[in-house]
């Protein structure tokens, strides 16, 4: 990320840069431990103003809350990614303030919500005390989830946890392990071919100057160098690795188009970039009802 673009950065998390000293960038490795507690610091205390700018869009407020997938507006309610709702068990991994967790419970699902931060979870909170669907949160970390083996009949994460932990394999292993044979796992993220783009919506992103296949996390760090923020990265192919070596079946990849009735900006997402690649990848999984032999 260039300094131009971090300071476009800098100007949307303004409050948390502030909150958590901020005042680098590097690229450097980190481990589960440091990627942890990066990551609860910075969602604790940019929940404010990622709200102020987009607690609209993703239906943070709204009776029912809401199910969206990504920047591009796609709705679990046309989707129907997870397939039937009504009666099962869902596990929202990297909820957040769970707007998606509660549009579930209202369609008559019966989901909890996980978040590493308690500053997002409290917003969440927030919003049920208002009335509308419920849902149980939990504050945990996506690598070491803390339900016994087969208790969920789906999962899910719409843009959680899995860009920011340290190790994603991990976490799709411990997904196969709480979903019952059968069950389907879903979830959303930053298209990988992003990587190679700077930070920034406008014609700046349209040039590719990062190698898509060099996974050193970017590190945002404060005076003392210690990580205030961290994104890992990982290519299609160690994303299918992930999901085929914890047991899963690919099932679809969709790439969503950028939509013609959509006109806003989210962090680096835009109309223009939109038109020209992908910005989100959803991988659309599932746990084979049979045990898979051995290979001789």
């Known amino acids: ?9 800098d100007a949307r998390h303004a409050i948390a840069n502030a909150l958590l000293g901020t005042s680098g960038t590097t690229r450097t490795r980190l481990n589960t431990a440091d990627s942890e507690r990066a990551s609860r610091r910075w969602w604790d205390a940019d929940a404010e103003q990622y709200h102020r700018t987009h607690a609209e869009f993703l239906g943070v407020d709204s009776p029912d809350g809401e199910f969206v997938w990504c920047p591009e507006g796609l709705h679990e309610g046309d989707m129907h990614l997870l397939g039937e709702l009504a009666g099962r068990s869902i596990l929202e991994i990297g909820c957040g303030s769970a707007p998606c967790a509660r549009w579930l419970a209202g369609q008559g699902a ?21 009335g509308g669907p419920r849902a149980p949160l939990v504050q945990a970390g996506a690598e070491a989830l803390p339900f016994r083996d087969e208790s969920f009949d789906l ?11 340290a190790d994603s394999a991990l976490v799709m ?4 392990r709480v979903l019952r044979p059968g069950g389907r796992w879903v979830f959303s993220v930053n298209h990988p071919m992003r990587w190679i783009f700077p930070d920034d919506p406008g014609p700046a992103g349209l040039t590719a100057s990062i190698p898509y296949f060099d996974r050193t996390p970017y590190v945002e760090v404060d005076d003392s160098g210690a990580a205030t923020y961290v994104e890992h990265h990982r290519t299609i192919g160690d994303r299918v690795r992930e999901i085929v070596s914890a047991g899963l079946i690919l099932t679809d990849i969709v790439e969503p188009d950028w939509p013609e009735w959509l006109d806003r900006e989210w962090g680096q997402w835009s109309p223009l970039r939109g038109e020209l690649f992908p910005g989100t990848a959803i991988f659309v999984t599932e746990k084979p009802r049979h045990a898979v032999p051995d290979k001789p």
């Open 1 to 9: 990320m260039s300094d131009e673009d971090h300071a476009a950065r």
């Open 110 to 130: 019966h989901p909890v919500g996980l978040d590493i931060s308690r500053g997002m979870l409290a917003r969440g909170r927030a919003a049920m005390a208002r």
């Open 173 to 176: 292993r411990e997904v196969a």
């Open 155 to 165: 999962a899910c994460s719409a843009f959680g946890a899995l860009p920011f932990v």
